[in-house]
Every structure is written in C-alpha cells, then in structure tokens.
C-alpha cells in the first residue's frame, strides 16, 4: 500500500510557471494616471479662479454661480466610468 502512495506521489510533476506578460496597457494605466489627475485638478481650479468673472459675466448672484463648479465636479464623477465602460476595460 505505501509502495502505490510513492509512485503516485513521484509521478506528479510540479506545475509549470506562469509567464509574466508586460503590456503597453500596464505602462499606459500607470503613467496616465497622474497626468491625467493633475489635468483634472488642474481645471477645477480655473473653473474656482475665473468663477468670480463668471459671475459678473453671466449676471449671476452667489448661490446660482456656485452650480458651475457643482456641474463641473459632477460631471468629471461621472465621464470616469463612462469611459470605462466604452472601452471596456
């Protein structure tokens, strides 16, 4: 009986490596990611800068000048997944 278990442990042959693959996908999403933060970041602050030429523009009072910058903040909330999802990822 322990004669069977040793050649059925001996004949198992260890399971061969996975191979790592580098994609361009990989250096795209990590070498994106923070230029496209500091764009963002970038133009929610224009948008908090100008508000007040905004406002004055556009003959707006305080309270209806301040759903600018509630859109602008939504609206990059929501292109986010979007994208994803339109291409798949």
């Given at each position: 009986?322990?004669?069977?278990?040793?050649?059925?442990?001996?004949?198992?042959?260890?399971?061969?490596?996975?191979?790592?693959?580098?994609?361009?996908?990989?250096?795209?999403?990590?070498?994106?990611?923070?230029?496209?933060?500091?764009?963002?970041?970038?133009?929610g602050r224009l948008i908090s800068v100008g508000l007040a030429d905004m406002r004055g523009a556009l003959h707006l009072?305080?309270?209806?000048?301040?759903?600018i910058g509630t859109g602008f903040n939504a609206s990059m909330m929501f292109i986010g997944p979007s994208r994803s999802i339109s291409v798949g990822c």
């Open positions: 009986m322990m004669l069977m278990l040793a050649e059925a442990t001996s004949a198992k042959s260890p399971p061969e490596p996975i191979p790592s693959v580098k994609t361009v996908h990989l250096f795209l999403g990590v070498f994106g990611v923070p230029p496209g933060a500091m764009i963002a970041t970038g133009t009072g305080v309270d209806e000048a301040s759903l």
